[in-house]
């Protein structure tokens, strides 16, 4: 290490003990809790050991050093803003401490393709034990148990059970069935998944798009080089450090809802002693949570949900696949899209929604509007993004009540 730090001082990087500020110094060794804030002593006031002690350890990289270098070393190679180059640093990180958690995430890109292959290289620098993969299978799980710890895969026609099989693979509490034998495969994974955004849902996940470059990154300078050669280094010898407190740590945000909080608590748990930076972690997942329902507020989903929402608080007791065409139609018509969706479009849009129709009548397949389906519509709508005006919650509000007094 101490070579180490000299060498990335000579590229003007000035990772050294004495260059950081007291609060990024390394902790001392009793320190080795999970805290979140514990106190560090500054290299200045440590005291000297005596002539015939034996030498010091090596310094051990801080979290807070860590996630100074690997964006630098990602933005450096790579187009990618600088929100998603946070994001895939926190990611990176985690590889490392697969072992100390249950919950492994899995970081999804989409949008250009030579982009995307060029984010996956560029990480598999940094990740534990990363191999590069084209395409993922179910039948390539018993080769990747033992091949690499961390999976980047390019698979842009990805399919639905195969996001399924991905989702449930983050979770070590899932086995697969192998024989006679229930096996766990989880491991952390990074997937090029095409380049529409809409693409299928993976559990536990975090979602990186990236745009069309203009041009190509420039000529690798020198201290990018010896940063790549260098950070796994750091990274092994953090992971050694701080295993046993991220294996003990139970920090779990509580500003985030269920479903960012299972991603964000593995995340940050990763992040020994470093409070700021776990705070920058839940901000970030916030904002990548907008983003996503924005996204998915313009897909033909939502559209095709919005429009059987309307259909379904008009007090309707069901509704034709031919009319929610033409309400949804009617929605895409306002907001100046030439598009136009056929009821058999609609039927398959309800079908991936997991909402399924069937025979209303000699004459055509829709939906029944049961208490089971309205909280179904709602829950989907909720999950899109669709808030409620004032007026249109108290309206809700009102005809569930009526609908509660008629029931009893």
Not at 194 to 209: C, L, M, V, Y
Not at 373 to 395: F, H, K, R, S, W
């Amino acid at each position: 290490m101490p070579v180490i730090d000299e060498v990335l001082h000579d590229c003007g990087l000035d990772f050294t003990p004495t260059d950081t500020t007291p609060e990024m110094a390394p902790p001392t060794p009793a320190a080795d809790v999970d805290s979140g804030d514990a106190e560090t002593v500054p290299p200045s006031e440590i005291p000297a050991a005596p002539a015939e002690a034996p030498l010091p350890p090596p310094r051990v990289a801080t979290a807070l050093e860590l996630f100074r270098w690997l964006p630098r070393a990602i933005s450096a190679q790579t187009h990618l803003p600088e929100e998603a180059v946070e994001l895939a640093a926190f990611w990176v990180i985690s590889t490392w401490f697969q072992d100390a958690l249950t919950v492994l995430p899995c970081l999804v890109i989409t949008g250009a393709a030579h982009e995307a292959s060029r984010v996956l290289q560029v990480l598999s620098n940094f990740c534990r034990e990363a191999n590069l993969l084209s395409g993922f299978r179910r039948s390539h799980l018993g080769v990747l148990q033992w091949g690499c710890k961390t999976n980047l895969i390019s698979e842009p026609n990805l399919d639905r059970r195969t996001a399924g099989l991905l989702g449930n693979l983050t979770d070590k509490n899932f086995k697969v069935v192998e024989r006679y034998s229930l096996i766990s495969y989880a491991k952390s994974t990074g997937i090029y998944a095409g380049e529409n955004p809409e693409t299928h849902k993976i559990q536990n996940s975090i979602r990186i798009h990236i745009s069309p470059a203009s041009a190509e990154p420039s000529a690798t300078p020198q201290w990018l080089q010896k940063m790549i050669e260098l950070l796994p280094v750091h990274l092994s010898q953090y992971r050694d450090k701080n295993l046993s407190s991220v294996r003990r740590s139970t920090w779990v945000p509580s500003e985030l809802s269920s479903e960012p909080a299972a991603i964000a608590a593995p995340l940050g748990r990763c992040l020994a002693n470093a409070p700021e930076l776990r705070q920058k972690l839940v901000a970030l997942l916030k904002t990548e949570g907008k983003q996503r329902q924005s996204e998915l507020s313009n897909t033909t989903e939502a559209i095709v949900l919005e429009a059987t929402r309307t259909l379904c608080r008009d007090g309707r007791q069901n509704a034709y696949a031919r009319e929610i065409a033409a309400a949804a139609n009617h929605l895409m018509e306002a907001r100046g899209e030439s598009a136009r969706l056929s009821p058999e479009k609609v039927g398959h849009t309800l079908k991936r929604l997991g909402l399924r129709t069937h025979p209303l009548s000699q004459t055509g397949h829709g939906l029944t509007f049961d208490r089971a389906t309205i909280a179904q519509i709602e829950q989907l709508c909720a999950v899109y993004g669709m808030e409620d005006t004032p007026a249109e919650a108290e309206n809700l509000h009102r005809s569930q009540t009526t609908e509660n007094k008629k029931v009893e």
